[in-house]
């Protein structure tokens, strides 16, 4: 265990049931990450690398293990806990954008300070600051309908960061891409790294992507293990 690690994760076990047979999909996994650190995470397609990244944001739990960050494990939250602890300390972003179609760009980066129980001061200033960040500042009033898929997705990381989340994890956000609008994703990464300082996991397929990480670790037979380029 790294005693300077943010993020602790220890003996992780997660399996599903379907009818008497089991799956095992995570299989006493651990992994440490530094405050700041982005770090990639490869694997086969069912591999697990979703199920990770759900666990490591408390939407859902495991059979068994620890997921400090800091002094918590949130693995012991309650349902509430939990639910702060993921709108004040998370950001998600998916392959798919998840945008509310009937709400402009600037109210589908707002929802999370709307939704919140803890209200933010100024939110629509910090949306219109995000979506400037992610370039689509001349976008505000659009409806998601309206832009690209790339665009889409930009809107997507603009949402994520819109409670100043601590940790990033994104999961193959740029699956649903064409290779000239997954660069662009690539290089916001890179930019928002550079620029926030923030902890990123990312799982992907994109070995492009993973370049830009100061850690590669291959998830397979529901273990982790570092992988060099």
Do not use: W
Request: hydrophobic share 40%; proline share 3%.
């Amino acid at each position: 265990m790294n005693d300077n690690a943010y993020i602790r994760v220890e003996g992780l076990l997660r399996f599903f049931r379907k009818g008497s047979h089991v799956i095992n999909v995570l299989n006493g996994l651990s992994l440490d990450i530094r405050k700041g650190e982005s770090v990639g995470i490869i694997g086969a397609s069912g591999s697990g690398k979703s199920t990770l990244l759900h666990l490591l944001g408390g939407l859902d739990r495991p059979q068994e293990g620890s997921i400090y960050y800091g002094s918590q494990d949130i693995c012991k939250a309650n349902d509430r806990e939990l639910a702060l602890f993921r709108n004040l300390k998370i950001g998600f972003v998916f392959q798919f954008h998840y945008l509310l179609p009937e709400f402009t760009t600037l109210e589908n980066v707002m929802m999370p300070s709307l939704l919140s129980s803890v209200k933010l001061p100024g939110i629509r200033n910090r949306a219109e600051e995000l979506l400037d960040i992610v370039g689509l500042g001349d976008r505000l009033d659009h409806k998601p309908g309206e832009l690209a898929g790339g665009e889409q997705q930009r809107v997507a990381v603009a949402r994520a960061l819109m409670m100043s989340p601590e940790v990033l994890l994104a999961d193959e956000p740029t699956g649903d891409l064409d290779p000239q609008t997954g660069e662009k994703i690539i290089e916001l990464f890179c930019r928002l790294k550079e620029s926030m300082g923030i902890t990123m996991v990312i799982a992907t397929h994109n070995m492009e992507l993973t370049k830009t990480m100061d850690r590669i670790m291959l998830l397979r037979r529901g273990q982790l293990e570092s992988y060099r380029m």
